[in-house]
């Protein structure tokens, strides 16, 4: 049963972004701003050494220097308000993968990032937290089906289906949202996940079974099942469709809404440091929840760009989040703030997004046989690969995939090279394609970041689809900036 609190939160979310106004809102964001820093700078070792009080007492962020995630991982004990919990608890609880929310003491739910800008971060939140960034993403996301005339449809008549197409390590802040909803919301909702590392047709086959009244996924594979049902494989009907994690190509967003006419398409805006970073609205426009989030668009030297101007970067302060405190952390997202009111009415400010957008890889089979692997396939086998900093699989060749890779500090590079070798000997037999496609590696000093984002593309295709493929799918790197 879903908890007060979050019951409390969606419908605060609701009633402010539907009466209040920008200057409410800013107000509020304030009030939550300096709450957060006083209690950070009395609570937290790691924040008590980044903030610093004025004569007067009071705090100002723009004084406070950023912080990456390397740093905070570095002095991990010292970033909570309350127990300190030790790198290792964390990556011990990552690793128990049993289906479950993954936990550090049975209390702190953990998630973890892609490591995307380097390695991977872990992120702790208490139950308060969590419960208010569920609510908030709820509230926004389907702001447009929270009505009256919407919600008498399915009362009464039977849960609500929802299927979440994302990864099955129960460590991606989206499965988490997933398992939770399923465990908090199953008196009104049916909620299943679909873990994307799945053959593509496995995926079909129980989307077809279940008939998901709300499918939410990511866009490269929203993108793939919108070619499937356009196929006639797949045979769903969804009212409400949402991606996230990544934006979609031009032609990518055209099949899915093509394909799913009846449907609403939005998009969600979130990361592992906080999953609450803006919604997608009506009008096509991605609103940032600045009522729950400070979002600062500074180009490469931290220094504000001015509504308009695309930024290098982002810094984050999460203001849902008090018992590890996330303040001023660069998020290497290229944003660009919007001028004037949108149409739809909402009082959050909205941006122009550019994040990072991995490609779907076709390989050959035969002649004309191609098969379409969504990056989170190729994801999954390294995220098997230990002592791993960072790490890239680019498609050279129709069949030849190079792994290039940044080792971490003291481990073997011949021991990591033959856990490649094996991990992917192993998937490519799986998948009948071990005598068909090549996979080589690559040790490389630091794999290159996009020039725009500052964000690494995990997932790369110099070749792009097949002839019999261009029509539809297009290239990836077609971003829809909104997305």
């Known amino acids: 049963m879903a908890s007060g609190r979050f019951v409390c939160s969606l419908l605060a979310a609701m009633q402010r972004e539907r009466f209040a106004d920008s200057s409410a809102v800013f107000q509020l964001q304030q009030k939550r701003l300096n709450h957060l820093l006083h209690y950070a700078a009395e609570r937290s070792p790691f924040q008590a050494g980044r903030i610093a009080r004025s004569s007067d007492a009071e705090i100002r962020l723009k004084e406070i220097r950023s912080v990456n995630c390397r740093e905070m991982m570095d002095h991990f004990p010292q970033t909570f308000c309350g127990p300190q919990i030790s790198l290792s608890e964390a990556r011990e609880a990552i690793q128990r993968e049993d289906g479950r929310i993954t936990k550090v003491r049975d209390r702190y739910l953990v998630s973890q990032t892609s490591g995307t800008t380097g ?282 995939l190079l792994i290039r890779y940044v080792r971490s500090p003291g481990a073997d590079n011949a021991t990591m090279a033959a856990q490649i070798r094996q991990q992917w000997t192993a998937y490519l037999s799986e998948e009948r394609l071990e005598t068909i496609v090549r996979v080589s590696s690559e040790e490389v000093a630091e794999v290159t970041r996009s020039a725009t984002s500052q964000k690494t593309k995990q997932i790369l295709s110099l070749v792009g689809p097949p002839e019999s493929r261009w029509s539809d799918s297009g290239r990836n790197d077609q971003c829809d900036p909104s997305g």
């Open 119 to 400: 390695e991977p971060a872990y992120f702790l939140n208490d139950r308060r937290s969590w419960d208010i960034q569920r609510a908030v993403v709820f509230a926004r996301t389907f702001r447009e089906r929270l009505g009256w005339r919407h919600l008498l449809r399915f009362i009464g008549r039977r849960r609500y289906r929802m299927g979440f197409v994302v990864s099955g390590l129960s460590s991606c802040v989206s499965t988490q949202t997933c398992l939770d909803g399923r465990q908090q919301g199953k008196l009104f909702a049916d909620v299943r996940l679909f873990p994307a590392e799945l053959p593509l047709a496995e995926t079909v086959r129980q989307l077809n079974e279940f008939q998901p009244d709300y499918l939410h996924g990511y866009a490269n594979i929203l993108e793939l099942l919108a070619y499937r049902a356009e196929d006639g494989e797949l045979k769903i009907s969804p009212e409400f469709i949402s991606s996230g994690s990544e934006g979609f190509s031009r032609i990518g967003k055209e099949a899915v809404k093509r394909v799913f006419p009846g449907a609403v398409l939005t998009a969600q805006y979130g990361a592992t440091e906080c999953t609450v970073l803006g919604n997608e609205c009506r009008s096509g426009r991605m609103h940032i929840n600045s009522d729950y989030v400070v979002l600062e668009a500074v180009d490469e030297s931290d220094r504000p760009v001015p509504a308009g101007e695309r930024s290098h970067h982002v810094l984050l302060t999460n203001l849902i989040n008090r018992f590890q405190p996330v303040i001023r952390l660069q998020l290497t997202d290229s944003i660009t703030y919007g001028t004037g009111e949108c149409e739809c009415g909402s009082p959050l400010p909205w941006i122009i997004l550019e994040g990072r957008s991995d490609e779907i890889i076709w390989l050959q089979r035969g002649d004309n046989d191609y098969v379409a692997y969504q990056p989170l396939s190729f994801q999954a086998q390294m995220y098997q690969i230990r002592n791993i900093r960072q790490w890239q699989v680019i498609q050279q060749e129709r069949n030849h």
